[in-house]
């Protein structure tokens, strides 16, 4: 069978046939009395042959040594072909990723294409430094690829760019607190914490109901940080967990600060106190106890004044001392504000009525 029969029935070209002859990978049996190159049924199946194990990623010279070398045992090299193949799968999946982040940022110019590009490298790069900086330089109106931001803010452990990328989301709140949302359900603790703090930069009705699904979170510190965010927002939900926070000693005077401003939105200061005392009615841990007379400071209202004239008279000095030492602050408070006349709408001129009462 002559070159140009051979290349259309087997759909290699001409030029690649003399190429491989001239390997010696595929060398025609004979000639024609013309000098034309002349292949038997043989050459033909090593032709497909070659074929073949090239279409498993085997170089030309891979292919010459399986076929003629004896000795050559594929196992080695097929190994190291499907770690190549794997190599190149990850890349290839690497790339559609990038793309479908382009797009779904709908640049409209090359220049936000550019831009997009630059920012997922840079979210990529092992200074912390250098992603911070990338994220912040973004155009407040560009569009940005939100799911490679929700993507990096749940692996980030820098506190700096974690707080970039949540400013960054906070911009775009719809699309990203969708994705975001789906990280509370993730297997790992750390993960659902970055996506709960994350969540708790933007403050919008549909982040406050998934704060509210994760105070329901078995890890304590994804607890924590969806009660101080829900807290700060008015969310009674939060009082159980922030009065967990104060009992364990974790952000414990955040969580008192956020009690207290609890009790200016609702009517909760008498219910927030009776667990307070209930806690400290049940236990002997001084730390804890010391924490929660520390928290009383922050409530308003009679209830809280009775739990603290009761802890003045502890048995434990240092817990004692602690609350009539607040005691004292709170009576400092209220005289100033009866002398300036704060909640009577009169002014009270100090000097004259001191001179009235000596004459």
């Known amino acids: 069978m002559l070159i140009g029969e051979v290349s259309r029935r087997c ?44 279409t498993l990623g085997l170089s030309l010279n891979e292919a010459k040594r399986a076929l003629d070398e004896p000795d050559f045992a ?7 072909l499907i770690r190549h193949t794997r190599r190149r799968i990850a890349a290839e999946e690497d790339l559609l990723g990038k793309l479908e982040r382009v797009d779904a940022a709908s640049p409209a110019e090359w220049e936000d294409v550019l831009r997009i590009v630059g920012l997922l490298r840079a979210l990529e790069s092992e ?44 911009r775009v709140a719809g699309p ?19 996506a709960t703090a994350a969540i708790a930069a933007i403050h919008t009705a549909e982040a406050t109901a998934h704060l509210r699904r994760a105070l329901d979170d078995p890890e304590a510190t994804v607890r924590g940080y969806a009660a101080h965010a829900l807290g700060s927002r008015g969310n009674v939900d939060a009082i159980p967990s ?64 009775r739990a603290l004239d009761r802890l003045a008279h502890d048995g434990d000095r240092t817990i004692a001392s602690t609350a009539a030492s607040i005691l004292n602050t709170l009576d400092r408070g209220r005289s100033r504000r009866r002398r300036s006349g704060i909640g009577t709408g009169v002014m009270v001129d100090e000097t004259r009525s001191s001179k009235v009462t000596d004459a």
């Open 11 to 54: 759909g290699v070209s001409t030029r690649m046939l003399r190429h491989y002859d001239t390997l010696g990978l595929v060398k025609p049996t004979g000639r024609t009395s013309g000098g034309y190159r002349e292949y038997s049924t043989d050459d033909i199946r090593r032709l497909f042959h070659v074929e073949s194990l090239r």
């Open 127 to 170: 200074s912390a430094a250098r992603r911070q900086q990338a994220i912040l330089s973004q155009d407040g109106t560009a569009a940005l690829p939100v799911e490679a931001l929700v993507e990096a803010i749940l692996s980030e452990d820098d506190p700096n760019v974690a707080g970039a990328l949540q400013w960054s989301l906070a």
């Open 242 to 305: 922030l009065i967990e926070l104060v009992v364990e000693g974790r952000r414990d005077v955040e969580a008192a600060e956020v009690l207290g401003l609890l009790t200016t939105v609702s009517a909760s200061a008498d219910a927030i106190v009776e667990v307070m005392q209930d806690t400290l009615d049940n236990t002997e841990d001084a730390p804890t106890r010391l924490r929660i007379t520390q928290a009383l400071a922050e409530i308003p209202g009679t209830a809280a004044r």
């Open 74 to 80: 594929p196992a080695d090299l097929v190994g190291d």
């Open 176 to 194: 990203g607190l969708e994705v975001l949302a789906d990280g509370l359900d993730a297997e790992d603790a750390d993960v659902r914490r970055r």
